[in-house]
């Protein structure tokens, strides 16, 4: 079982993308998703999460390390939906129910491993648990929790149980497990009210024996570097290159502009500096 806050985490990823409140809710699940996808790594493994459905946020892509590093993005930050009953952020219809929910592993083998799963109600938790189910044999249970008000973020965090392959009793105990999150209530509720990981833990796994394995600090941080950057626009044709010129106001000097996908950063280059035969 892994739980996690990431109230701080995903008011970094609102803020840096300037997310409605519902497009920060679904980019919050998808962080939190995979800062949980992230704590089952080891080294330099690194996991991608893509929430791709039909609805009107286009997508949304978190990725993490085993560090606790996670960073990530929506396509379309900017929409807008009205609230379902008990005033409540609609993820599902802004991601959309029909679509795909894609896991990338990149475990540092030649290739990626990519498994793939049908979304089943594109509110994230329950189409990640169907991916382990379905794809990876594991049964498991998830909770994805993020609470905003009009300032930003106030809580935000997540569980993940999953019941060994060759456990005692394997289907007693997923079913469990999986009763006593529903019995939890809303995370998001539990961390605003002060719940620690810790205490999230033992509220999910009342009646089954547990102890603590591990603790690490989770945060919003990216991969990405000038030097990356760079990197990727030298090796563009020059037309597309011309495309992202541009000069800026009260300044005489054209530069070529580049911003970071995962976190909004925003890298500025003299043409001569992606000169390609320099
Ligand atoms: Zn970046």
New binding site residues.
Partial sequence: MLAVRTSRTVEEARLRHETTPVATAALGRALTAAALLGALLKGKETVTLRIIGDGPLGGVIADADAEGNV?GYVKNPRVDLPLKEASKLDVGAAIGRRGFLHVTRDLGLKEPYTGSCPLVSGEIAEDLARYFAHSEQIPSACALGVRVNREGVVAAGGLLVQVLPGTEDLEDKARMLEENLKGLGAVSSLIEEGASPEDLVAMATRGVPTRILGAQEVRFR???SRERIEEVLVSLPPEQLAELLSTREGSSESLIEAC??????RYRFRPEELARDK
Avoid at 260 to 265: D, L
């Fill in positions: 960073r990216c991969r990405c970071c996908h995962f976190c909004r950063e």
